[in-house]
């Protein structure tokens, strides 16, 4: 993710900042952006294993992706795990579809990243 923005925030003990990558990932929320590559692939399952480990409670998986390399797309696809409980398709792609045959959540349609 090229230009990924950056939240400040102020408190009694100083001011510090965060991506909105990091914003999502403490609310167990995964972003799936851009084509998928083996890099990509990686850095998706990482996150949805450490999730996994640290508790049951569901994780969102948001995708804003074209598609991307098939193989990769299987390697996620294989470690979706039971917490994955939601699926936000961002914008029309194939990947998406794919990826979310392997969990039984629906697919909420979204006009955008919010």
Do not use: W
Not at 26 to 43: C, N, P, S, V
């Amino acid at each position: 993710m090229a230009n990924v923005p950056v939240i400040i925030r102020e408190t009694v003990h100083g001011a510090y900042s965060l991506t909105l990558v990091d914003k999502l990932f403490a609310q167990r929320e995964i972003l799936l952006d851009g084509a998928i590559d083996r890099a990509k692939a990686m850095d998706t399952i990482n996150q949805l294993r450490i999730l996994a480990e640290e508790d049951n409670t569901p994780i969102t998986l948001l995708i804003n992706s074209p598609g991307g390399d098939v193989v990769s797309g299987f390697a996620i696809h294989r470690f979706l795990l039971p917490p994955v409980s939601s699926f936000k398709r961002l914008e029309p792609l194939h990947k998406a579809f794919f990826i979310r045959l392997a969990a039984a959540a629906p697919v909420a349609h979204c006009g955008g990243i919010v």
